[in-house]
């Protein structure tokens, strides 16, 4: 074990002193194929040893630059001082009494920090669970018991999650539902906006009433329970849908007594400049799904929402053993003070304005770069054969493993495999930043 600390004190900077992934890692890497089943995957398998800041340190002494964030949840960096002193007073004091047995202070002053922060100043109330998927589960609960309805409705490219309600809801097959049927009932996909894909320009509004009319005629209007949407898509490809889309959306849900659910598991949390991406169209979400990061790494969600329809759910049918963790709460409180203090929003729309200048001038020269688009410091590319929107999945990887190679850490995603998305830490120093898109650009400059 190293002695070394990680966080915010580590050296930041690319170094590669090895192959990638190293000879450590790979003997590691021998470790866990004979004991790790082989349905998780890992994007680059390097073994980290510490983080922080904008980079990932494996255990050949790499110093890799991070544009993952391990997928959007560091967002305050790893092992930020305020989660760390948090986290670490907590487990000393207590580490688990489960909040339905003997409550705690930490899960009600995060539940008054969430119904602060997300968009709306009607009265508001949350639950606490473990992760995203079950968040946006006891978000259909929720909008079930105070409709009195069962349909649930998604969008095409939606993500969700992997449990089996949220595969039902996630649109995309592999690897995500493969073979893992049957899924549950009662869930519909209408069309989303995509003004990339879109076979001739559409404004929100239209997207919208195409969304309403498949929503209409399938499903009716007195029988959906609530319409669940990411404000930007995570997975499905980092699409911010058109102006007024989810607007129109909301509004119709308003009009017909449906539940508006923003899953912002991805998006919130200052990640798009703001502290809820529905905050960028004036949309004040129902219910809102909170996970990734909120909790600076530490396993934490929640469902914040109006208070009538939180209450609406029965004494004690909502929950979980380990749902709102004291120690995951405290990482939470660390986080969101954090967020405040540094002002992560505001780093948010400096990070954005940093890449899609970079990147839109790289997209110049690269014509397979088809679009650039996303939100504050959720950005991303969609790769396609040149002069049109047909999706290189194969070039996709090839820039992704190129920059691995460099020492640069990023993903991909999308329902076709070609979009790579750029989620940095928004604490990530400017040269750090600077240096990745230098390594981006070189890599797409020689494989295009
Ligand atoms: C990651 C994600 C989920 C699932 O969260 P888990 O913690 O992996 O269960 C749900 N919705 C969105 C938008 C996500 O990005």
Same mark, same amino acid.
């Given at each position: 074990?190293?002695?070394?600390?990680?966080?915010?004190?580590?050296?930041?900077?690319?170094?590669?002193?090895?192959?990638?992934?190293?000879? !450590?890692?790979?003997?590691?890497?021998?470790?866990? %194929?004979?004991?790790? *089943?082989?349905? $998780?995957?890992? #994007?680059?398998? $390097?073994? @980290? +040893?510490?983080?922080?800041?904008?980079?990932?340190?494996?255990?050949?002494?790499?110093?890799?630059?991070?544009?993952?964030?391990?997928?959007? /949840?560091?967002?305050?960096?790893?092992?930020?001082?305020?989660?760390?002193?948090?986290?670490?007073?907590?487990?000393?004091?207590?580490?688990?009494?489960?909040?339905?047995?003997?409550?705690?202070? &930490?899960?009600?002053?995060?539940?008054?920090?969430?119904?602060?922060?997300?968009?709306?100043?009607?009265?508001?109330?949350?639950?606490?669970?473990?992760?995203?998927?079950?968040?946006?589960?006891?978000?259909?609960?929720?909008?079930?018991?105070?409709?009195?309805?069962?349909?649930?409705?998604?969008?095409?490219?939606?993500?969700?999650?992997?449990?089996?309600?949220?595969?039902?809801?996630?649109?995309?097959?592999?690897?995500?539902? %493969?073979?893992?049927?049957?899924?549950?009932?009662?869930?519909?996909?209408?069309?989303?906006?995509?003004?990339? !894909?879109?076979? =001739?320009?559409?404004?929100?509004?239209?997207?919208?009433?195409?969304?309403?009319?498949?929503?209409?005629?399938? /499903?009716?209007?007195?029988?959906?329970?609530?319409?669940?949407?990411?404000?930007?898509?995570?997975? &499905?490809?980092?699409? @911010?849908?058109?102006?007024?889309?989810?607007?129109? #959306?909301?509004?119709?849900?308003?009009?017909?007594?449906?539940?508006?659910?923003?899953? +912002?598991?991805?998006?919130?949390?200052? !990640?798009?400049?703001?502290?809820?991406?529905?905050?960028?169209?004036?949309?004040?979400?129902?219910?809102?799904?909170?996970?990734?990061?909120?909790?600076?790494?530490?396993?934490?969600?929640?469902? @914040?929402?109006?208070?009538?329809?939180?209450? *609406?759910?029965?004494?004690?049918?909502?929950?979980?053993?380990?749902? &709102?963790?004291? /120690?995951?709460? =405290?990482?939470?409180?660390?986080?969101?003070?954090?967020?405040?203090?540094?002002?992560?929003? =505001? !780093?948010?729309?400096?990070?954005?304005?940093?890449?899609?200048?970079?990147?839109?001038?790289?997209?110049?020269?690269?014509?397979?770069?088809?679009? @650039?688009?996303?939100?504050?410091?959720?950005?991303?590319?969609?790769?396609?054969?040149?002069?049109?929107?047909?999706?290189?999945?194969?070039?996709?990887?090839?820039?992704?493993?190129?920059?691995?190679?460099?020492?640069?850490?990023?993903?991909?995603?999308?329902?076709?495999?070609?979009?790579?998305?750029?989620?940095?830490?928004?604490?990530?120093?400017?040269?750090?930043?600077?240096?990745?898109?230098?390594?981006? +650009?070189?890599?797409?400059?020689?494989?295009?």
């Amino acid at each position: 074990m190293s002695t070394h600390e990680g966080g915010p004190g580590l050296p930041q900077e690319r170094r590669i002193v090895t192959e990638i992934p190293g000879p !450590r890692s790979q003997e590691i890497h021998a470790r866990r %194929q004979a004991v790790v *089943a082989a349905g $998780v995957g890992s #994007v680059l398998p $390097v073994y @980290v +040893e510490k983080a922080g800041g904008g980079v990932v340190v494996d255990v050949d002494g790499n110093s890799l630059i991070d544009l993952a964030s391990g997928i959007a /949840v560091t967002s305050v960096g790893n092992s930020a001082p305020a989660v760390v002193q948090g986290v670490t007073e907590q487990v000393a004091a207590f580490t688990h009494t489960c909040f339905m047995v003997a409550p705690y202070e &930490g899960y009600v002053e995060v539940c008054e920090k969430l119904a602060a922060l997300t968009p709306g100043d009607h009265a508001k109330k949350a639950a606490l669970f473990n992760s995203g998927a079950e968040a946006v589960e006891n978000a259909v609960k929720i909008a079930r018991v105070h409709t009195g309805r069962d349909a649930v409705v998604v969008v095409d490219h939606a993500y969700h999650g992997r449990t089996n309600l949220t595969m039902a809801m996630t649109a995309k097959n592999m690897p995500y539902k %493969q073979g893992f049927g049957p899924f549950a009932g009662e869930v519909y996909r209408a069309p989303m906006s995509y003004p990339f !894909r879109e076979p =001739a320009p559409i404004t929100g509004p239209e997207a919208a009433a195409r969304t309403i009319e498949v929503i209409e005629k399938q /499903v009716g209007a007195d029988n959906v329970a609530c319409v669940v949407i990411e404000p930007v898509l995570g997975e &499905g490809g980092f699409v @911010v849908p058109a102006p007024g889309y989810l607007t129109a #959306v909301s509004e119709w849900c308003t009009a017909h007594g449906v539940v508006f659910v923003a899953d +912002e598991i991805q998006s919130g949390m200052c !990640r798009t400049g703001t502290w809820f991406a529905s905050e960028h169209e004036d949309v004040v979400p129902d219910l809102v799904t909170v996970a990734k990061g909120v909790a600076g790494g530490l396993p934490l969600a929640a469902v @914040v929402g109006r208070s009538e329809m939180m209450d *609406a759910v029965h004494g004690g049918g909502l929950g979980g053993t380990y749902g &709102g963790n004291p /120690v995951a709460c =405290a990482a939470a409180l660390g986080a969101i003070a954090t967020m405040e203090e540094l002002d992560l929003n =505001a !780093r948010a729309r400096a990070i954005e304005a940093t890449m899609t200048e970079r990147l839109r001038i790289l997209a110049d020269k690269a014509p397979a770069i088809g679009d @650039v688009r996303g939100r504050g410091a959720m950005i991303a590319i969609e790769i396609v054969r040149p002069g049109t929107t047909e999706p290189d999945a194969a070039l996709t990887s090839a820039i992704a493993t190129g920059c691995h190679q460099q020492g640069v850490l990023m993903l991909t995603c999308g329902t076709f495999g070609n979009v790579l998305r750029f989620l940095p830490p928004l604490v990530m120093p400017d040269h750090l930043l600077d240096e990745a898109l230098d390594v981006l +650009e070189e890599v797409v400059t020689g494989l295009v």
